[in-house]
């Protein structure tokens, strides 16, 4: 099986930038849409970025439109999430999602089949 290790997560202060990185190891992932979510204390897990495998299209969530920009290397099996202008708002835990088969939705928990340990973004104010 396949697995994903996010990195790049910290502290930073309100109007900062944080860039994550998750990458792949186990398979390739290439051909599929990845994304990532992201879970505060007490809240549901929120859709906050992905981006198909073969058509490169990204989707992004309301609150980070404008803000957030997700990539990925494909040859080097691993995606991206650079943030920009966070705001406290922005504080979570937030995990990169795969999967193996093809599907249309990309906005969905499940949508996807692996998942990484999550890494942690705390915004000060």
């Known amino acids: 099986q396949g697995q994903l290790d996010e990195s790049g997560g910290g502290l930073v202060q309100a109007g900062g930038s944080l860039r994550l990185a998750c990458a792949a190891s186990?398979?390739?992932?290439?051909?599929?849409?990845m994304g990532w979510f992201r879970q505060a204390p007490g809240k549901e897990r929120e859709f906050v970025a992905s981006i198909r495998g073969s058509s490169g299209t990204t989707y992004y969530a309301d609150s980070v439109e404008g803000r957030f920009i997700i990539s990925r290397d494909s040859a080097k099996n691993t995606v991206f999430l650079q943030m920009n202008s966070l705001k406290p708002e922005d504080t979570a835990v937030y995990y990169c999602?795969?999967?193996?088969?093809?599907?249309?939705?990309?906005?969905?928990?499940?949508?996807?089949?692996?998942w990484g340990q999550g890494t942690q973004v705390t915004v000060s104010s």
């Open positions: 186990g398979r390739t992932f290439s051909n599929y849409a």
């Open positions: 999602a795969a999967r193996t088969q093809w599907r249309y939705g990309t906005r969905s928990p499940a949508d996807y089949d692996y």
